[in-house]
């Protein structure tokens, strides 16, 4: 049995003990000693400011979903706090505007939902890899050059990357990848705040006595990384994929001077040139749009809350 | 192997006074640039290259040649020096615009990190049970595309449409969101909407990872909730809070979104309201100089800037480090 | 050491080879994007365009299959831009640089001058005479650069005025006032029954005043190789005491045009009366969500900015040929088509240049206009067109305006000034440009 196996082994067990240890926890955070026990003021104002808030983060999503089902004129009438029309109306408005927002995207919604789920998952994966390799290269290895590296790079967090976008264009232009997939996900798989975080969560999370073991071993060091690094990684790298993912979701402007194909659009393209018109009104579909694009990034989101919260505290703590 | 062995022995005969060392620091070498490789090419590839193609066009302009009322129907790049420079630093309307940025950042960077704080160590005290739905809800807007969120408010600011405009005003509020003093106020509000629930992840993920026999002891020696917080909590998420500061002020610099779209219904914000805004409009020619040569140093001034506001932030984190 | 780096590069060569398949996946579409290649006699045209085609319209890309249909020699591809007019300048910009450009673009004819001098162009005077007849003139000309054709005109925006018939008739204004000091009596009178005949619209400023100010006269002139720049002209002037005294009064809106507060204005029949632009026609029943509908009607401009009767240009597209294009004289026989397609384009909510055929008015847009022929206006209007020439780079000045315009309408700063900024920052232009100025 090699070391990395046995290390597999341990763990795996490890894992479960963890577990097991964060379910007792839970319980016993939820049942407080009777001396952390608030008392109702602090519990009133506790609930008054948690409700506020949610109110406070709600309500423009809230007044989104009711626009996504107005006209352009029903928009500016009534209080906007409710359906324009009688919910038995509801469908047939909702359809109007989804007939408008395929209209305005010729039909390609969808095909730019999927784009942008290729664009992000695709870019957010290589991203993820590359920015954990370089982490861990510099947290773990002295080469020359290191620390010029780790400076050129820190800088570049400071640098505005949409401004970067003209010259990446021409450069793009130069070796014939403009108006294909790459030319969107090789610049959003560079994030110098994923190669931080990478870095950080290998200096902390990763031991060296393991990295040592499994060389005296005779693993070779891509085995080491791919087998036992990128297991221990794990949680950090969701939250640098997640990142990756959404800021890819959300640019416009790199798409934008990019591509040109219908075809190769992301969605925040199509909403983008609905608003870039001057003389655009159909806001409720562009609300639509947006509700809808956003579906896949929650369901995201909610499937993979347990590794994102794990891997932030991972980085948090010691960051 | 064999490779590897032959230029051990080389390095062995050439470096005799220390050569495992020195082997193993070879080895090493390698074997770092190889991780670092693939992200090292692409960052070459999307940062290095254009930063030197900004830089080596910041002392360019792009100018007529040809004579005649429209030029001879060609721009070309003329040297000019550091003119560009000099535009760019004696330029009123960029400094008004750092200006901005700077007042975004002592102001809405603080009150959206405390604010996250505060929910995160409210979400984290067990007070209230089913906390999940209160954390999906604040982190929701993260999600909604930056142009989407702006829409979304400049929609709510409206005086003839918001129902939050009408609602203030029935009870005697009138509040224009868009007068001049208050339109820098608006807009921090939006990006205080879209990332507040982001940070309040970052901390309270910090706050789970404390080890609860921290509590335990507290709870022993007497100590309240509020003590709690303010003595382990707080200390425990420093770090997660700097980091956060960090990125907020990073994002700040390259402030936007907010501000191009609410010059929709705002038109007196200039196409110089943040030195983003002027980059971009700068390379568009919809302010003159225009080009890529004058945009590129406001880009290249601009990230100084931030570099000088990182260095001083750094200073100054360290200085409270060491209190 | 070899066998560790070799999975490495194996490792790497996956995210590659991944990489290339998407390459491959994306780069059938991008072929059609590479500026016309022949192939056996057969031509491809490539056409980049910001029509809205939005529902219900005709699309851009169903008029071109009908085209291709006909010629199978000359196949054509429309992309539609999905961003502003001014970042569609930039990308053609570097595209044409690079020789991958579009043959074909839609380019402002506010824009047509600094894509000009920018290098975009390319002339096509001698496909382009042919085609004349088929244009009113003065479109035509604004397809021009110092006397050379460099495209064909697509549609207009004569400024004309649109008001609520019924609406006035209540407040006892039986006909529009017709001179400067009878419109501001009578907005008064409106304002103090809570109406508003007139708006004042800060984001259109750049567009629509430089065209009322310059109904009565142009700002820019060549005088041999160089500019003379005059945007403080009578007119302006008149333009500026006209929307000053309306402001000084309360009596006009200051909603921007593009901010949905406009169209509420509309909505809640507190507007009755604003100018605008021929193609905002379709936008406007849009806005109004039915207010008042049947009750407009459009009529020509008042002698109300010192123009006498005459109107000036708010907008309107040219397509141009770009410089890299290999195909002008194809390109252009396309154009000629494409242009000329007048119900389609009428469908697009544009009011053509074309005159090969008499544009209908739809009739979703007489049912909301009082059963009018408002496209005979419209027409009317195009003829009744000062000179207005634009100058290189008139795209700053614009901005410049517009912001400036915004201060008026609160109140800390005058129209006047307006005119006061677009001297100078035309002036500016123009000099950072390189060209030359007459002072």
């Known amino acids: 049995m090699s070391t990395a196996e046995l290390n597999d082994k341990e763990s795996r067990a490890a894992a479960r003990a963890r577990k097991k240890a964060d379910k007792i926890r839970d319980k016993h955070a939820n049942d407080l000693p009777r001396s952390m026990q608030p008392n109702a003021l602090v519990k009133t104002v506790t609930i008054l400011v948690l409700v506020f808030a949610l109110i406070y983060f709600l309500f423009p999503i809230y007044w989104a979903i009711i626009a996504s089902t107005k006209t352009p004129s029903q928009m500016t009438s009534g209080n906007g706090l409710w359906f324009a029309v009688g919910l038995p109306d509801l469908p047939a408005a909702i359809a109007k505007n989804y007939s408008t927002l395929l209209g305005w995207t010729r039909g390609q919604f969808w095909r730019w939902v999927l784009n942008s789920l290729i664009y992000s998952g695709v870019s957010a994966l290589i991203g993820t890899l590359v920015a954990v390799m370089a982490g861990y290269a510099t947290a773990k290895f002295n080469f020359k050059g290191k620390n010029l590296a780790i400076g050129v790079i820190m800088g570049c967090m400071l640098m505005p990357a949409a401004l970067l976008t003209i010259p990446q264009y021409s450069i793009f232009h130069a070796v014939h990848l403009t108006n294909t997939m790459l030319a969107i996900i090789i610049p959003c798989c560079v994030s110098p705040f994923g190669f931080f975080l990478g870095r950080v969560y290998a200096q902390t999370s990763v031991p060296n006595e393991l990295l040592e073991a499994a060389r005296i071993d005779g693993a070779s060091e891509a085995r080491i990384f791919f087998t036992i690094v990128l297991r221990i990684l794990a949680p950090a790298m969701v939250t640098i994929f997640l990142f990756l993912f959404v800021a890819t979701w959300n640019n416009f402007l790199l798409p934008l001077m990019m591509v040109s194909s219908d075809t190769l659009k992301p969605v925040t393209l199509g909403l983008y040139g609905m608003v870039s018109l001057a003389t655009f009104t159909d806001r409720g579909a562009l609300m639509m749009g947006a509700l809808l694009g956003v579906l896949p990034v929650i369901v995201l989101f909610l499937g993979l809350q347990r590794y994102w919260q794990a891997g932030l505290a991972a980085g948090a703590v010691k960051g | ?323 | 050491m070899v066998s560790h780096n070799k999975r490495l590069v194996a490792a790497l060569a996956a995210v590659a080879a991944m990489g290339m398949g998407l390459a491959g996946c994306g780069s059938d579409t991008a072929g059609t994007d590479n500026g016309g290649s022949s192939d056996g006699g057969k031509v491809t045209i490539t056409y980049m365009h910001r029509l809205p085609d939005s529902e219900g319209m005709t699309l851009v890309k169903d008029i071109v299959a009908k085209w291709n249909k006909e010629h199978p020699d000359i196949q054509v591809t429309a992309t539609k831009f999905d961003g502003k007019a001014s970042e569609m300048i930039k990308k053609l910009e570097t595209d044409v640089k690079s020789g991958e450009a579009p043959d074909l673009a839609q380019v402002g004819y506010a824009e047509l001058p600094e894509v000009f001098t920018k290098g975009m162009l390319q002339d096509v005077s001698q496909y382009a005479d042919q085609y004349k007849d088929h244009y009113a003139a003065g479109p035509f000309s604004l397809a021009q650069v110092g006397g050379k054709t460099y495209g064909l005109p697509q549609d207009t925006g004569p400024l004309v005025y649109f008001y609520n018939k019924a609406e006035f008739d209540k407040l006892g204004i039986t006909e529009v006032p017709q001179t400067e000091s009878d419109f501001i009596e009578a907005a008064k009178k409106a304002a103090a029954a809570g109406k508003y005949i007139m708006s004042y619209q800060p984001d259109e400023a750049g567009n629509m005043i430089s065209g009322l100010a310059g109904a009565s006269g142009g700002w820019y002139k060549v005088d041999g190789d160089s500019w003379v720049v005059n945007t403080e002209t009578d007119g302006s002037k008149a333009t500026a005491d006209f929307y000053q005294q309306l402001l000084d009064a309360k009596a006009v809106t200051t909603n921007p045009r593009w901010d949905p507060s406009f169209d509420a204005s509309i909505k809640n029949g507190q507007l009755i009366g604003t100018v605008a632009a021929a193609w905002e026609a379709p936008l406007f029943i849009t806005s109004s969500g039915g207010t008042g509908a049947g009750e407009w009607q459009v009529t020509q401009l008042g002698d109300w900015f010192g123009n006498a009767g005459k109107t000036g240009p708010d907008g309107g597209s040219a397509v141009a040929v770009l410089k890299s294009s290999k195909h002008p004289k194809e390109a252009m026989e396309f154009l000629d088509w494409f242009n000329t397609q007048v119900p389609d384009l009428v469908s697009q909510g544009l009011v053509p240049a074309a005159t090969t055929e008499d544009a209908k008015t739809p009739s979703d847009w007489s049912n909301f206009f009082s059963k009018q022929d408002i496209m005979k206006e419209f027409k009317d209007a195009n003829n009744n067109m000062g000179d207005f020439t634009y100058m290189p780079g008139f795209s700053a000045v614009v901005a410049k305006m517009n912001e400036t315009a915004a201060k008026a309408s609160d109140g800390s700063g005058k129209v006047a000034d307006v005119f006061s900024e677009a001297q100078t920052t035309s002036v500016d232009t123009l000099k950072n440009l390189g060209l030359s100025v007459k002072e």
């Open chain 2, 1 to 323: 192997m064999t490779a590897t062995t032959q230029t051990a022995k080389t390095v062995v005969a050439k470096r005799a006074a220390k050569p495992k060392a020195s082997d193993a620091a070879k080895r090493e070498n390698r074997t770092g640039w190889a991780f670092m490789a693939p992200f090292g090419i692409l960052f070459a590839l999307v940062f290095i290259l254009p930063i030197i193609w900004a830089i080596y066009s910041s002392f360019f302009r792009q100018v007529t040649v040809g004579g005649g009322a429209y030029g001879g129907g060609e721009l070309v790049n003329k040297f000019v020096g550091l003119q560009n420079f000099q535009y760019v630093v004696t330029s009123g309307n960029f400094w008004a615009g750092v200006g901005r940025v700077v007042i975004y950042t002592l102001v809405q960077v603080p009150i959206m990190i405390i604010g996250a704080l505060v929910l995160a160590m409210l979400i984290d005290s067990y007070i209230v049970k089913h906390i999940t739905a209160f954390r999906l809800s604040y982190f929701l807007p993260y999600a909604i595309p930056g142009v989407v969120a702006s829409i979304i408010w400049v929609y709510l600011y409206n005086g003839q449409i918001s129902p939050l405009v009408k609602m203030l005003a029935a009870i005697g509020i009138k509040v224009d969101f868009f007068a001049d003093n208050v339109v820098l106020a608006s807009m921090a509000n939006i990006t205080t909407w879209t990332f507040t629930g982001y940070n309040m992840l970052i901390f309270l993920a910090a706050l789970q990872a404390i080890p609860h026999d921290l509590y335990e002891a507290a709870r022993i020696d007497g100590a309240n909730g509020f003590q709690i917080a303010m003595r382990i909590k707080l200390p425990n998420v420093r770090a997660a809070a700097l980091l956060a500061m960090l990125l907020s002020i990073v994002g700040t610099i390259q402030l936007f979104n907010e501000p191009q779209v609410m010059a929709i219904s705002d038109p007196s914000i200039s196409k110089s309201y943040t030195p983003m805004m002027m980059a971009l409009n700068t390379s568009q020619g919809t302010l003159t100089p225009g080009g890529d040569g004058p945009a590129s140093a406001v880009a290249i001034v601009m990230a100084l800037i931030a570099g000088v506001l990182a260095v001083v932030y750094t200073l100054v984190e360290r200085k409270v480090n060491a209190e």
